[in-house]
């Protein structure tokens, strides 16, 4: 399996970041942040960490999670260029940020339900699934709810 980094990312890095989600725009298992506007948004909030993720100092995806008001976590997203997929780069990314969340009590986060890759990394960290939410993103498709409770 390739190491892979991850840096917190900056304003600065808001080319990157669009880099990465506009290759995965279209998909219907998945629903990018694709204006400038979207991530200078994330990135001034207080409660939203965002990592870009290097694989040999190459920005190869993005990932990122909310503090929730209730002190809960929701992992807002995880996504990894289509030419770099299927290395293990996305589990790995998700190990790195369950890691810093260790001491959380509940982790949530969405995933389209024909998204057969991402469903089997969740499931694997101890993840359930809890419901099925029609028209999620308002993008007509919808997302399955996955929890982690940690004790």
């Known amino acids: 399996m390739t190491d892979i980094i991850i840096k917190k990312a ?44 290097l694989k040999d100092n190459a920005v190869v995806g993005d990932t990122s999670y909310e503090k929730m008001p209730d002190g809960s976590f929701h ?3 995880l996504v990894i260029e289509p030419q770099y997929q299927k290395q293990g780069i996305g589990r790995q990314a998700m190990k790195m940020i369950l890691d810093e969340l260790k001491d959380a009590k509940r982790i949530e986060l969405v995933t389209h339900p024909e998204n057969a890759p991402a469903i089997k990394i969740y499931t694997s960290f101890g993840f359930k699934i809890k419901e099925r939410i029609e028209n999620y993103f308002g993008d007509g498709e919808p997302r399955i709810r996955l929890v982690k409770e940690n004790n």
């Open 10 to 53: 900056e304003i600065k890095d808001i080319p990157a970041l669009l880099a990465i989600e506009n290759k995965s725009t279209g998909l219907k298992t998945f629903s990018a942040m694709t204006t400038e506007k979207e991530w200078l948004s994330e990135l001034s909030n207080e409660n939203v960490t965002i990592y870009l993720i």
């Open 75 to 77: 992992v807002t997203g």
